[in-house]
């Protein structure tokens, strides 16, 4: 069965500082990866996309993340967070076999001035 | 402009009282999802469909039931709401398997 797993329930990063959001994912087979990111009360906007190729993915926003099939993981970097960039954020994978879009359980980022 | 557009955005019901929310899309997409996400949790898969196929989740309660009459068109009925299913609502559209999924606004079901 597919899984996702976002260890980090809560994070809290200072303005200008770097962030990394991990993601760890099961799978038998090779996955397709997202993150999505939510502020309050909205629905879910796509920041990146793993398919197939490079592991290392740009996103929107600045965002990046790059694909460890040894580590089943593909964690979230932006090198400068920006006060904007608090929300909730969702990893999630799509196993072919199933056709089915699983959700981790999210981060909720916290960003100080 | 809007591609997955869900109404309305809040829905206040009555405990036991049928409740349906729409979701419909401009995209022509032919995967289309309902999720149900409660505060603080991440988004629950309820059900999805495949052009017409319609797959369940296991864990889906028979309160919930759901209808897609045409491609652009898709309904989550909820036969009689209890106060555990007060939740955001969300449903999205992917093309064919394993593309993005396009998400809406999501509705806020609200139980009194």
């Known amino acids: 069965a597919q899984s996702v797993t976002q260890p980090d329930i809560h994070i809290t990063v200072s303005e200008g500082a770097s962030l990394e959001l991990r993601c760890n994912y099961s799978y038998g087979a090779t996955p397709y990866l997202f993150w999505y990111v939510q502020s309050p009360g909205q629905g879910l906007q796509l920041l990146l996309k793993?398919?197939?190729?490079?592991?290392l993915v740009q996103g929107i926003k600045g965002f990046e993340a790059e694909f460890k099939r040894s580590q089943s993981s593909f964690n979230l970097r932006k090198p400068s967070v920006h006060w904007s960039d608090a929300a909730e954020y969702f990893c999630a994978v799509y196993g072919g076999a199933t056709n089915k879009l699983i959700f981790g359980t999210g981060t909720l980022l916290a960003v100080q001035p | 402009d809007a591609m997955v557009i869900q109404n309305p955005r809040y829905q206040v019901t009555q405990f036991g009282k049928p409740v349906t929310l729409s979701c419909s899309q401009t995209?022509?997409?032919?995967?289309m999802y309902w999720y149900q996400q409660k505060s603080s949790q991440a988004p629950k898969l309820l059900f999805h469909y495949y052009d017409k196929d319609f797959n369940n989740e296991a864990d889906t309660p028979d309160n919930f039931q759901s209808r897609r009459p045409n491609t652009s068109f898709c309904f989550l009925d909820i036969r009689s709401p209890g106060l555990g299913d007060a939740a955001m609502y969300l449903c999205a559209t992917s093309t064919t398997q394993g593309t993005e999924a396009f998400f809406g606004q999501g509705t806020r079901l609200t139980v009194v």
């Open positions: 995209l022509n997409h032919n995967v």
């Open positions: 793993y398919f197939s190729g490079d592991t």
